[in-house]
């Protein structure tokens, strides 16, 4: 069973940061494309940023140069280290993969950035 675990959100002020990990089971971690999306409230969900399993990282344009994403595969874990955070990152941030056939997606964590 392909399970995966979003944790480090919480309520963060403008300007500061936070560093989200996804701890997978259940699938050969190291194969995998690995990425993380996000949902506001009211919002649909959208794409932040992406760790293939070779490859060059990629990031949506509102986070590009803000947000990191890397993977420890000796730890089946990617994380998502979000700096100069704003009131606009506000969401719950959703850890995925896929293969051929299935999506796979966390239960997500919420992240609040506000004063």
């Known amino acids: 069973q392909v399970q995966l675990v979003e944790s480090g959100g919480g309520l963060v002020q403008p300007g500061g940061s936070l560093r989200l990990s996804c701890t997978t089971s259940g699938i050969v971690f190291s194969i995998y494309t690995m990425e993380w999306h996000r949902q506001a409230p009211g919002n649909p969900r959208e794409f932040v940023a992406r760790?293939?399993?070779?490859?060059?990282?990629a990031y949506a344009d509102s986070v590009k140069g803000r947000f990191n994403i890397s993977r420890d595969n000796t730890k089946n874990t990617v994380y998502l280290q979000m700096n100069n955070l704003k009131p606009e990152d506000t969401a719950v941030y959703y850890c995925k993969t896929h293969t051929i056939q299935t999506d796979y997606w966390g239960r997500g964590t919420q992240v609040t950035v506000s004063s």
């Open positions: 760790v293939p399993a070779h490859g060059n990282n």
